[in-house]
C-alpha cells in the first residue's frame, strides 16, 4: 500500500502570512494526488485534485505542486476561514485511495 | 446541486451489525463509482470501501474486509454498507463519498454518521 506523510503536523499562523503544507508519497504517484480542507465537525472539502487543478469555487489563494513522490499545498496569504486541519490523498492506486496524517491550522 | 445524505449510524455493541445508508441526488447516480470514509474520534480519514456505478465491482480496506459489505440500489439512488461482527476499532463517523468522473477522488461528501461500537 502506498503510504502518504505530511509535514508539519501542525502549525500556527497569523492572518495573512504565507503557508506552506508538505505531502510525500512512498513511492511515485504521478500527479495523483489531491487535497482537502477539514473544519472541526464538518465534511472534508476538496481544495485541489491532481496536485495542482482548483475545483470551481476555490480561492485562488490555494495552490498545489508537485508530482512523483513529493507535493506542496500553499495559501499565499491566510485568511480567517483557512483555520482547518488539512490532508493530501493520493488516487494512483485506486479505488484504494490513502490519507496522509493532515496538518492542523491554528491561529498564532 | 450534489447533495449525499447518510443515516442509519448509532450505538452498536461489539459483534453487533449495522446497515449504513447514504441517499444521493443531483447526479446520475448509476453512472458514478462511490465510497466510504471514516474517520475515528480525534483521528485522520481512512477509507473503508468503494463501488463502481453498476455496483459489479468493489474493494475493501483490509481492515473491514470480510466484515463490512458495500452496495448500492441505483433505482432509489441510495448507497449501502452493511457492517457486521462490529468492533471498537469501527467507531467513527462514517461518510459516503461520490467520486469524480473518472473515480480518482471523492469530490463531494455527505455530512457522515456516527457509529459508536461500545458494550
Known amino acids: 500500500d502506498i503510504q502518504m506523510t505530511q509535514s508539519p503536523s501542525s502549525l500556527s499562523a497569523s492572518v495573512g502570512d504565507r503557508v506552506t503544507i508538505t505531502c510525500r508519497a512512498s513511492?511515485?504517484?504521478?500527479?495523483?494526488l489531491n487535497w482537502y480542507q477539514q473544519k472541526p465537525g464538518k465534511a472534508p472539502k476538496l481544495l485541489i485534485y491532481v496536485a495542482s487543478s482548483l475545483p470551481s469555487g476555490v480561492p485562488s489563494r490555494f495552490s498545489g505542486s508537485g508530482s512523483g513522490t513529493d507535493f506542496t499545498l500553499t495559501i499565499s496569504s491566510l485568511q480567517p476561514e483557512d483555520f482547518a486541519t488539512y490532508y493530501c490523498q493520493q488516487s494512483n492506486s485506486i479505488p484504494r485511495i490513502t490519507f496522509g496524517p493532515g496538518t492542523k491550522v491554528d491561529i498564532k | 446541486e450534489v447533495q449525499l445524505l447518510e443515516s442509519g449510524g448509532g450505538l452498536v455493541q461489539p459483534g453487533g451489525s449495522l446497515r449504513l445508508s447514504c441517499a444521493a441526488s443531483?447526479?446520475?447516480?448509476?453512472?458514478?463509482?462511490m465510497s466510504w470514509v471514516r474517520q475515528a474520534p480525534g483521528k485522520g480519514l481512512e477509507w473503508v470501501s468503494a463501488?463502481?456505478?453498476?455496483?459489479?465491482?468493489?474493494d475493501y480496506a483490509d481492515s473491514v474486509k470480510g466484515r463490512f459489505t458495500i452496495s448500492r440500489d441505483n433505482s432509489k439512488n441510495t448507497l449501502y454498507m452493511q457492517m457486521n461482527s462490529l468492533r471498537a476499532e469501527d467507531t467513527a463517523v462514517y461518510y459516503c463519498a461520490k467520486l469524480d468522473s473518472s473515480g480518482y477522488y471523492p469530490e463531494h461528501w455527505g455530512q457522515g454518521t456516527l457509529v459508536t461500537v461500545s458494550s
Open positions: 513511492q511515485s504517484i504521478s500527479k495523483y
Open positions: 463501488i463502481s456505478g453498476s455496483g459489479g465491482s468493489t
Open positions: 443531483g447526479f446520475i447516480f448509476s453512472n458514478t463509482a
